[in-house]
């Protein structure tokens, strides 16, 4: 079981990796997507045995994080009309490189840390903290609205695998819960998208520099 | 009675989003806001049980911040029914379901005892202001929403990893729990490097919901380009929601032994957030960014005071329903006068006290309540906070506690006195708004409240203080 869980958190950690090089929008939702999938399906490998309210939980969650953001995602694409291309501040190879360090430095900390409880495999709090890393880099290494929208969204999966140690205590309603505040922000977001895209004409969010002091 | 609390705003919501009229709808706001708050107040007077395993229960403070949001909200529901009547030019359907959802919200907030039911309430809540900052539709307001969603989502996910952490800490002794009363009973086998990190967190994460500096960058942005009513729910309603979550995170923290670790912290960051806020109060010419550093002030005041513990701790309680009420006053006045000179700069605005004699007066006592001046609550409630510092030795953070309010005072009175005083400047746009019953009887009754908070406190009220205090104080 162990190492089920251990080769897909690997996948895990490259599927960041790959998203910090991707150029393409859409390859970077598809790729957020499919993180999010992998995920979902690890409660399941850990559960002692499956009940059916695991069940429906990691259905919710691959639905949400699989096709319905996705989906909304794509559609918020799509109206833009604009280039597909991730612009970003900082080139695609020195992001990769920022990447990989946050990875190393993920490993020292959590070596670092004081173990308590026994925990299901020691890669959870390191793949878990360089997943949040990845997050902030594409948050704000990237200018355009949806790619911060998907930083945010890799944010979450990061914390995501670190509650894989808590499964006893964040019930599935706390998790449903968390699901449904994940999926209202990004609906709201979506709309705030259109909104800005109408009227700067663009997803730039450096256009967004009225307010300052 | 906890359930009630919670659906009757809930479902007045969903009923607001299915009547047709936008003139009518408006006035769905002040029954909901007053059978809320005859209910909080009969909540709050019997003891109410814990529901739902534990999940849900009325704590002293939570009373509190119960008591402020629906009192708050009684201000504004009666306020919106007289704004809405200048903003007929677009639907208000979503501006009246989204503040009743906010109210929803910030109850459950106020009674959840469980660090993920808390989160996600503490989310809600947020979310549901998002639509209302934006309400406007005007490019700045767009900017201003989009900050107040980005900045808050990344702060609110890290307070989801501190609660995350928090549970793990607990892992040691017995399978994890995200129960307040569970972590405080077993504190002191609390992982203590685990519980230090997920303080960090807790305090970044819902530190950037109260506006602490330097996570406060949203804050001038919503609080300036949000309607009026909306400045006031969350500089008084969201704010103290999540403070509240700041005190029951460091009680655990506390009763962990981490006292000293969290203390210092907390005082640091309250002084560095005054000190921020005082910068950018000086030379500042918008009114409503004014009162938004003014209200980044006052959370770091609630964190000194938290800090602080003790004598301190029962000021900075007081000082949240203080705030709370004051900031109502203040947001309410500056979003008539706004609405008046169609300006909410010094460069444009002269001459309130002559034009809206009720709004500027009140927008002149509002300004001297806010920075401590007696007879007013806040002039209390900081000098108790200040006691508790030098009781307890703090004698330099005392004084630059001092030093601060004061070049507050002289900045953000600059401003006020421009805007209040001489005369309305000719040849400038503005419109026919007058002061009116529906928008100046809230800030009467705001008034009211604040001086009775500074010149005789209800001694149920000081007992609710005083409880809350004990609750959260820590006996090692």
Redesign the interface.
């Known amino acids: 079981m162990t190492g089920t869980i251990n080769s897909l958190l690997v996948v895990v950690l490259l599927v960041n990796l790959f998203m910090l090089g991707a150029s393409r929008m859409r390859a970077l939702i598809h790729a957020a997507a499919s993180q999010g999938v992998i995920l979902s399906f690890m409660p399941l490998l850990l559960a002692a045995r499956l009940d059916w309210i695991a069940v429906v939980v990691a259905g919710v969650t691959i639905g949400l994080k699989g096709l319905i953001i996705p989906r909304i995602l794509h559609k918020a694409l799509r109206d833009a009309k604009i280039k597909r291309e991730v612009e970003p501040l900082i080139g695609f190879l020195p992001t990769m490189l920022l990447g990989a360090l946050g990875t190393v430095l993920s490993l020292v900390l959590a070596a670092c840390?004081?173990v308590?409880?026994h925990p299901v495999s020691n890669l959870v709090i390191p793949v878990s903290l360089s997943t949040?890393l990845t997050g902030f880099l594409l948050?704000t290494t990237r200018v355009k609205?949806i790619t911060?929208v998907i930083g945010?969204l890799i944010?979450?999966n990061?914390?995501y695998i670190?509650?894989m140690?808590?499964l006893?205590?964040?019930?599935f309603l706390?998790e449903l819960?968390?699901l449904?505040?994940l999926f209202?922000?990004i609906f709201?977001?979506s709309i705030?998208i259109h909104?800005?895209n109408q009227?700067?004409s663009s997803m730039d969010?450096r256009q967004?520099?009225?307010?300052r002091? | 009675m906890l359930f009630v609390l919670i659906l009757i705003p809930l479902l007045a919501s969903g009923v607001a989003l299915l009547m047709p009229s936008d003139r009518s709808r408006p006035w769905l706001l002040p029954p909901v806001a007053i059978a809320h708050l005859v209910l909080t107040l009969s909540a709050i007077d019997r003891n109410s049980e814990a529901r739902l395993d534990g999940w849900l229960w009325l704590d002293p403070p939570g009373r509190l911040v119960l008591l402020l949001l629906s009192v708050l909200f009684v201000i504004c529901a009666v306020y919106t029914t007289g704004y809405l009547r200048y903003r007929q030019d677009r639907s208000n359907r979503v501006f009246v379901a989204c503040l009743l959802f906010f109210l929803a919200a910030g109850t459950l907030v106020a009674m959840a005892q469980h660090l993920g039911l808390m989160w996600i309430a503490l989310e809600l809540a947020t979310l549901s202001m998002a639509p209302l900052i934006y309400f406007n539709r005007t490019p700045r307001s767009i900017e201003a929403t989009w900050k107040y969603l980005m900045i808050g989502s990344v702060g609110i996910a890290l307070a989801l990893l501190g609660s995350f952490f928090m549970a793990y800490s607990a892992m040691g002794s017995g399978p994890p729990s995200l129960l307040f009363a569970d972590l405080l009973a077993r504190g002191a086998t609390l992982n203590h490097t685990w519980v230090r990190m997920a303080f960090v967190l807790l305090l970044v994460g819902y530190g950037t919901k109260m506006g602490l500096a330097p996570m406060h960058t949203w804050k001038p942005d919503a609080y300036g380009e949000a309607p009026g009513v909306v400045g006031a729910l969350l500089a008084g309603g969201l704010t103290s929601c999540a403070f509240l979550a700041l005190l029951r995170i460091n009680h655990v923290c506390c009763s962990a032994g981490q006292q000293e670790f969290t203390s210092h912290l907390m005082i640091w960051m309250g002084l560095l957030s005054m000190a921020v806020a005082a910068i950018f109060t000086l030379g500042q010419k918008d009114i409503k960014r004014m009162l938004a550093y003014s209200s980044v002030e006052h959370m770091g005041i609630l964190m000194l005071g938290a800090g602080i513990g003790g004598i301190a701790l029962f000021g900075a309680l007081l000082h949240m329903l203080n705030n709370g009420l004051t900031k109502g006053m203040l947001f309410l006045s500056a979003g008539n006068i706004h609405r008046s000179y169609q300006s909410k700069s010094t460069d444009d605005v002269r001459g309130a006290m002559r034009r809206l004699p009720l709004s500027g007066t009140i927008f002149m006592l509002g300004f001297l309540a806010i920075t401590g001046s007696p007879p007013f609550g806040p002039f209390v409630s900081e000098f108790t906070i200040l006691t508790g510092g030098l009781q307890y030795h703090w004698y330099w953070i005392s004084a630059l506690f001092l030093l601060l309010l004061l070049v507050v005072f002289v900045g953000m009175g600059r401003t006020v006195l421009t805007v209040v005083q001489g005369r309305p400047l000719p040849g400038r746009p503005a419109s026919a708004y007058r002061d009116h019953l529906l928008t100046g009887l809230p800030l009467v009754i705001s008034l009211g409240l604040v001086l009775m908070m500074g010149t005789h406190i209800p001694a149920p009220l000081a007992d609710m203080v005083h409880r809350a205090a004990t609750f959260l104080e820590v006996h090692p």
């Open positions: 840390l004081p308590v409880g949040i948050l609205a911060q945010y944010l979450e990061g914390i670190f509650g140690l808590l006893a205590a964040v019930p706390v819960g968390i449904l505040d209202v922000g709201v977001v705030i909104h800005i009227t700067f969010t967004l520099t009225a307010l002091e």
